[in-house]
Nanobody, 119 residues
Framework: QVQLVESGGGLVQAGDSLDLSCVSS????????VAWFRQAPGKEREFVAL???????TNYADSVAGRFTISKVNANTVNLRINTLKPEDTAIYYC?????????????WGPGTQVIVSS
């Protein structure tokens, strides 16, 4: 079992940068890859980025590649750096994990952190 908690969201201006953090805990914390997803108002939740268990492999959605950077700070903390924020980045950002997260089927989800980008 893994518990996930996101932080770092808020109201920001277009063009700013933002760091989101995902902290995991529990008996199997740190054993699985971690992914970030987001859900914009009125839209379905979408994949954003993934980092492997050891932090050496990453994968990004085409829509965010080059602006988003996922990194593993330690065994239980994964960050998501968002550069040059755009209004269309407004969404609730979730981190997720589990043995099947790389296949788009996370077992564990955090409650989310909201990012609002004003123009």
């Amino acid at each position: 079992q893994v518990q996930l908690v996101e932080s770092g969201g808020g109201l920001v201006q277009a063009g700013d940068s933002l760091d989101l953090s995902c902290v995991s805990s529990g008996p199997t914390s740190g054993l699985y890859p971690v992914a970030w997803f987001r859900q914009a108002p009125g839209k379905e939740r979408e994949f954003v980025a993934l980092i492997g268990t050891y932090g050496t492999k990453t994968n990004y959605a085409d829509s965010v590649a080059g602006r988003f950077t996922i990194s593993k700070v330690n065994a239980n903390t994964v960050n998501l750096r968002i550069n040059t924020l755009k209004p269309e980045d407004t969404a609730i950002y979730y981190c997720a994990s589990g043995p099947a997260v790389a296949g788009g089927r996370p077992d564990f989800w955090g409650p989310g952190t909201q990012v609002i980008v004003s123009s």
